[in-house]
T-cell receptor, first 114, second 109 residues
Framework: AQSVTQLGSHVSVSEGALVLLRCNYS??????LFWYVQYPNQGLQLLLK??????LVKGINGFEAEFKKSETSFHLTKPSAHMSDAAEYFC????????????FGTGTRLKVLA | DVKVTQSSRYLVKRTGEKVFLECVQD?????MFWYRQDPGLGLRLIYF???????EKGDIPEGYSVSREKKERFSLILESASTNQTSMYLC????????FGPGTRLTVL
């Protein structure tokens, strides 16, 4: 069985500050992990993915995430927030098993303060 | 670029109506998915399909059915729409990662 927990449904940061969005997962098999971003009234767009290669994954728009097996975490970071980063972010876990299903977290809405 | 399109961005229907939501992908993906998204609940899987005419129930299939007659098209059907089906509906297709359509915001009055 798999699950994802995103800590903090709302996060506010100042423009230029570090962005840290937390994701913890549970998986009985080696996981594939993803971060998606959703802008208002749009679908989800892939930011980055972990598929058992490098544990530090770089994505689009300056975001990166580190897979830490010992902590079962896959936190998303960006060194310097920009106003355009304001959006909702979803962490997801999948296993390369028969169903190919994703389990999504409940999302974290990021607000960037000027 | 992978493209996933959904037939409508906004839809308003009345209780009891039959509703069709269409999704088309252009990358020859075998796997396609229908989710609904509600505030505070994230994305919940309604149905998915791993091949033409093949489907599996997701976590919340009640009140929904699906059809996949061609590889590129995956339809979600609300047989008799109810107000608690007012939601954002997202379609996705997958090879390694899932690619999402823009969503259909359905309101049932």
């Amino acid at each position: 069985a798999q699950s994802v927990t995103q800590l903090g449904s709302h996060v506010s940061v100042s423009e230029g500050a570090l962005v840290l969005l937390r994701c913890n997962y549970s998986s009985s098999v080696p996981p594939y992990l993803f971060w998606y971003v959703q802008y208002p009234n749009q679908g989800l767009q892939l930011l980055l993915k972990y598929t058992s290669a490098a544990t530090l994954v770089k994505g689009i728009n300056g975001f990166e995430a580190e897979f830490k097996k010992s902590e079962t975490s896959f936190h998303l970071t960006k060194p310097s927030a920009h106003m355009s980063d304001a959006a909702e972010y979803f962490c997801a876990v999948s296993a390369f098993s028969g169903t190919y299903k994703y389990i999504f977290g409940t999302g974290t809405r990021l607000k960037v303060l000027a | 670029d992978v493209k996933v399109t959904q037939s409508s961005r906004y839809l308003v229907k009345r209780t009891g109506e039959k509703v069709f939501l269409e999704c088309v992908q252009d990358m020859d993906h075998e796997n396609m998915f229908w989710y609904r998204q509600d505030p505070g609940l994230g994305l919940r899987l309604i149905y998915f399909s791993y091949d033409v005419k093949m489907k599996e129930k997701g976590d919340i299939p009640e009140g929904y059915s699906v059809s996949r007659e061609k590889k590129e098209r995956f339809s979600l059907i609300l047989e008799s729409a109810s107000t608690n089906q007012t939601s954002m509906y997202l379609c996705a297709s997958r090879r390694d990662e899932q690619f999402f359509g823009p969503g259909t915001r359905l309101t049932v009055l």
